[in-house]
């Protein structure tokens, strides 16, 4: 949501030679007045909602004695979401915010007209909406009131050198008249001094009433983005899918890894094994010796294929892991790294299976990536736990230079590690090694 402030404000701590020009910009800047516009247009519009909300909600409420009260209530949610697009649109074009719509009403299909109506009566979406309607109304009077008084307050007190001459002109009074105490005595804003105090405390205004308004624009941003925009649980259903399409390609990528290997690998071997058996079974009884050459062979190739599928078992999921935990099974995966591994594994007892695998695989890929690109001399590799976490590092001495960027290894890795609400954080400057830590749940 952005709330923050934009061209003509200035946020940044150089000094008070950076925060000046804000502040003497910050009238004239698009966003004051985009913000003042919405704050003016807030009032008429919060009014008509808070009419027709009320009026629909008191309607129902009084009709629940009979059916047609239920319909009644689930049209007055139906047109508080409809002012909640309203509001929504006018908060992106006019307060500059990034909101998203909320999730839609989830009718059965086939369900009918009953069935719509229970599931408008049932959105929290629409109670949000209509909630809104409600509370915005005393806000919106509140801040179109105070932003109105100051706003004109200070530009006219401003400008007053520029319209005092009205007075004289065409009254019979010198200046604007400020009090009058019976006929004894009144002030007048006349003389030179008076004029240029007022058009000082006018530009005191001007310059405040800004920060003014933004504060009253955020805190229609905090309502805008609380009660109109999705919710938590819209969110969290969000990631859920997203997160289940990374698994599921995640899954169909590893499957097609497997069959790729099974057909380049140890099938495309096993079929030449019988070719070759083949041969020296013809040749057993004409050329004995080549037929023994030829078995003596197929048994090399026998030892390769079980081999490749150990290591394709292995890939799958090891049996070490499965048998014997992280600690052992870390350990063989780093007896197999090109540079020299310090594994250290301090748990009080094991997750569960799902993310005992990912610890593992998280760190075989990361030592695969050492052995091929890193360059280093050393490596470590630290599991431990933390709370209702499992923390996982892998530090080498490389190059460095690694990072999460898109289409890289590590993007992939951390798009799987966010599938089940874990995090991948790699620290890697250019010529100072490399340090990625993973966490995922404990989940026992």
């Not at 999730?103 to 086939?110: D, Q």
């Not at 390609?249 to 290997?261: F, H, K, M, Q, W």
């Not at 050329?287 to 390769?304: F, L, Y």
């Amino acid at each position: 949501m952005a709330i923050g402030y934009g061209t003509g404000y200035g946020t940044s701590g150089n000094g008070a030679a950076t925060r000046a020009p804000s502040l003497l910009t910050a009238p004239f800047a698009g966003r004051t007045w985009r913000e003042f516009g919405h704050l003016l247009l807030g009032l008429p519009l919060s009014t008509l909602y808070f009419s027709l909300v009320i009026t629909g909600l008191s309607l129902g409420a009084g009709l629940l004695v009979t059916f047609i009260g239920v319909p009644v209530l689930a049209g007055v949610l139906a047109m508080a979401r409809q002012f909640g697009h309203l509001e929504r649109s006018r908060a992106r074009v006019l307060l500059g915010m990034d909101i998203g719509d909320p999730a839609p009403v989830r009718v059965k299909e086939g369900g009918g007209v009953l069935a719509a109506t229970g599931a408008v009566l049932k959105s929290g979406s629409a109670w949000r909406h209509a909630l809104y309607s409600v509370i915005h109304f005393p806000w919106a009077i509140f801040s179109f009131t105070l932003a109105l008084t100051l706003w004109t307050y200070g530009w006219s007190m401003l400008l007053y050198p520029l319209w005092f001459w009205v007075f004289p002109a065409f009254t019979d009074e010198p200046g604007l008249q400020l009090f009058q105490n019976g006929d004894h005595y009144t002030f007048y804003l006349d003389s030179p001094l008076l004029i240029a105090l007022a058009s000082v405390i006018g530009l005191g205004f001007t310059l405040g009433t800004p920060w003014v308004i933004h504060a009253l624009a955020t805190v229609d941003r905090v309502l805008i983005g609380g009660l109109l925009g999705p919710s938590r649980l819209d969110h969290r259903v969000t990631e859920l899918e997203s997160d289940r399409g990374v698994v599921v390609d995640t899954a169909a990528a590893d499957l097609r890894r497997i069959e790729r290997d099974l057909h380049d690998g140890a099938q495309a071997r096993l079929v030449a094994l019988a070719m070759d058996l083949g041969l020296a079974k013809e040749k057993l009884l004409e050329d004995p010796q080549a037929a023994a050459r030829m078995v003596d062979e197929a048994h090399g190739e026998v030892k390769i294929a079980l081999q490749e599928l150990r290591d394709l078992a292995r890939g799958i999921h090891p049996a070490v892991l499965t048998d014997r935990g992280l600690d052992a099974a870390l350990s063989s995966v780093a007896s197999r790294c090109a540079v020299p591994v310090r594994v250290q594994v301090e748990l009080p007892g094991r997750p569960v299976a799902a993310v005992e695998g990912i610890a593992y695989f998280t760190v075989s890929e990361l030592l695969q990536n050492v052995s091929k690109h890193a360059g280093a001399g050393v490596a470590s590799v630290d599991v431990w736990k933390s709370g209702d976490r499992l923390l996982i590092q892998v530090a080498d001495d490389g190059c460095g230079g690694a990072s999460t960027a898109v289409g890289g290894g590590l993007a992939g890795l951390a798009e799987r590690l966010d599938a089940v609400d874990g995090v991948l954080v790699v620290d890697s400057p250019v010529d100072g090694g490399t340090t990625v830590t993973a966490e995922l749940p404990w989940r026992v």
